[in-house]
């Protein structure tokens, strides 16, 4: 399981996950949950794949995750 959180500083976070939802960037074989924190502008996702333990994946699905938001708060 991989525990990522994101300040953000031009988009809420209420965008970043309109926005993850509408995308692919967490595959159907990921299991995924948020938290929003409105004072400090944050989101945190947790992602664990859905077959057992595949850490490697879900590294690359929080890498994937982290460019994808990083492109949108510029």
């Given at each position: 399981m991989i525990v990522k959180t994101f300040t953000l500083k031009h988009v809420s976070p209420q965008e970043i996950l309109r926005r993850v939802h509408s995308s692919s960037i967490i595959g159907y074989l990921f299991n995924w949950g948020y938290s929003i924190d409105e004072t400090q502008q944050s989101i945190t996702f947790t992602?664990?794949?859905?077959?057992?333990?595949f850490?490697?994946?879900?590294q690359k699905v929080a890498k994937a995750l982290e460019d994808f938001i990083s492109a949108i708060d510029v």
């Open positions: 992602i664990r794949h859905g077959g057992g333990s850490e490697e994946e879900e």
